[in-house]
Every structure is written in structure tokens, then in C-alpha cells.
């Protein structure tokens, strides 16, 4: 059996890299920064995320911006921006930081209240929050809902 010696040369392409013991080292510590780095930004953006926690209390605007809605622990109010239009008021009751009851308080509702009647119920789940809104699914009367509100300048 014999060898082809042109089979067991280097190919052209492949260059080969002498590394010496320190420049070794150098490079571990350089890719030991670079991995911290890359874990400290990771754990950053991870720490920046918004959650439901974030938008339970609040003011916020529908996607059109015509309504304004303001919530606590307890309540929430829907009005126009200037206070004329649209005057609604709920009861809440939050069964954990990403969903809650919204009960129609209709003897503090100063709107046309023909769309919702005294003691209906409106189960909210908030869904992806992000840095200016928040998407949300009501559930009415059997129906889906799906939208999002945007989170008002603090």
C-alpha cells in the first residue's frame, strides 16, 4: 500500500496560527469580557422588559387616543381627553396582576350608557406589554375583544 504524498500536504487555503502561551492567555481573557458583556446586556434587556405589574394602575389612552382611562386598585374611569364626550365607570376586581373584572358602575356613568347595562361584566386579560402600550382580550357578553391602549407619559 502506498501513500500519495500530494494527498497529505496542507491545501492551499488553510493557514496555520502559532500561538504563543501569553498571546493564548491574552485571548481567553479578551473572550472572558466579551461573554460577561454579552451576559450583563442580556440580563439588562431581560430586567427591562415591562410585565402586567406595569400597567395594573394607571393612566392610559385607547389605540385612538379619544379616550382617556385611568385605574386603580379599585376602579376605572373612561373619559374624552377633555372630559365631554365619554364619561364610564367600572369596578374592578383583579383576579391576578394580568387579568381583572371590570363591573359597569352605571349610577357614576355620565354617558350614553345604552351599550352597557347596570351590573354588566367585562373580564379583561392583559396580554404583551410593551414600552408605550399594551394589548389586551375583553370577554363580553360570550364575545372576544382584542386591542390595546397606550401608556401615557409619567
Known sequence: MSWDSDALRKPSHVSYINVSGKSLLFMKKILGIILTSVIFIG??????????????IGTFE??????LI????????EKSPDGTKHHLQW??????????????????SEADTSFYTKGDTIKVSI???????????AIYKGQKYKGYNYLTKK
Open 43 to 56: 440580563g439588562q434587556s431581560q430586567s427591562s422588559k415591562h410585565n402586567c405589574k406595569d400597567v395594573k
Open 62 to 67: 385607547n389605540s385612538t387616543r379619544e379616550v
Open 70 to 77: 385611568t385605574r386603580t386598585e379599585i376602579k376605572q374611569i
Open 91 to 108: 369596578t374592578l376586581k383583579f383576579l391576578s396582576d394580568c387579568e381583572y373584572l371590570m363591573l359597569f358602575d352605571f349610577d357614576k
Open 127 to 137: 396580554g404583551q406589554v410593551q414600552s408605550d402600550r399594551y394589548y389586551w382580550t
